[in-house]
């Protein structure tokens, strides 16, 4: 089945900075890639995600950047603020297997002021 | 519109008891989902229906059933607790079929204790 790796699994920067998280996946077939931000005591909610017929997304200071060659896919945060702290997940999805979510291990960003 | 709903938020169980978890969504989605989330961890698949009377194992389905009686509802059944079964539980849906959107929205967890 699908494997998902997510790195790095903490981490910190100063506000106004950018993050990224870097996503490994295995299944050659997955198409379909979403990235989820989770406050601390909240559930999961989508911020962004790319399909595999697009290279680059981008939604105001969030970007995603896909390459199906290397089987990895990043979430870049700009101009981060304080309220970007959180933990944020990435998953992939596979044609074939329906429409299961693997999902990365998070990463726990910490934005300080 | 509610969106995704779960009962009970919390909960404290025994060793060997059962339970189940409830889910229940008015957005009309096909698919429905279970994952466990243990501390510090991912959200790990448990078991997903694609439509009433249809469902299928996830990545840790050992020691809990589902059933899918209607589009709306997916419950959890905890057979007989064990403590390594403490986690929140996320149940979560989206739409389903061919030119489908596949957002998941999730439910807002029940954070299960087994002692």
């Known amino acids: 089945g699908e494997n998902v790796e997510q790195h790095p699994s903490t981490l910190s920067v100063q506000e106004g900075d950018s993050a990224v998280i870097k996503c490994t996946y295995s299944?050659?077939?997955?198409?379909?890639f979403p990235w989820y931000k989770q406050e601390l005591g909240k559930r999961p909610q989508l911020i962004i995600d790319?399909?595999?017929?697009?290279g680059e997304k981008k939604d105001q200071r969030i970007a995603v950047t896909l390459n199906k060659t290397a089987k990895h896919f990043s979430l870049h945060i700009t101009e981060t603020q304080p309220e970007d702290s959180a933990v944020y997940f990435c998953a992939a999805r596979a044609e074939a297997a329906g429409n299961k979510l693997t999902f990365g291990g998070g990463t726990r960003v910490l934005v300080k002021p | 519109n509610a969106g995704v709903t779960q009962t009970p938020k919390f909960q404290v169980l025994k060793t060997g008891q059962s339970m189940t978890l409830q889910c229940a969504q008015d957005m009309n989605h096909e698919y429905m989902s279970w994952y466990r989330q243990d501390p510090g961890m991912g959200l790990r698949l448990i078991h997903y229906?694609?439509?009433?009377?249809i469902t299928d194992q996830g990545e840790v389905p050992n020691g809990y059933n589902v059933s899918r009686s209607t589009t709306e509802d997916f419950p959890l059944r905890l057979l007989s607790a064990a403590p390594s079964q403490t986690s929140v539980y996320f149940c979560a849906s989206s739409p389903w079929g061919a030119g489908a959107r596949y957002e998941q929205y999730f439910g807002p967890g029940t954070r299960l204790t087994v002692t």
């Open positions: 299944d050659s077939a997955s198409n379909y």
């Open positions: 229906s694609v439509g009433a009377g």
């Open positions: 790319i399909r595999s017929n697009v």
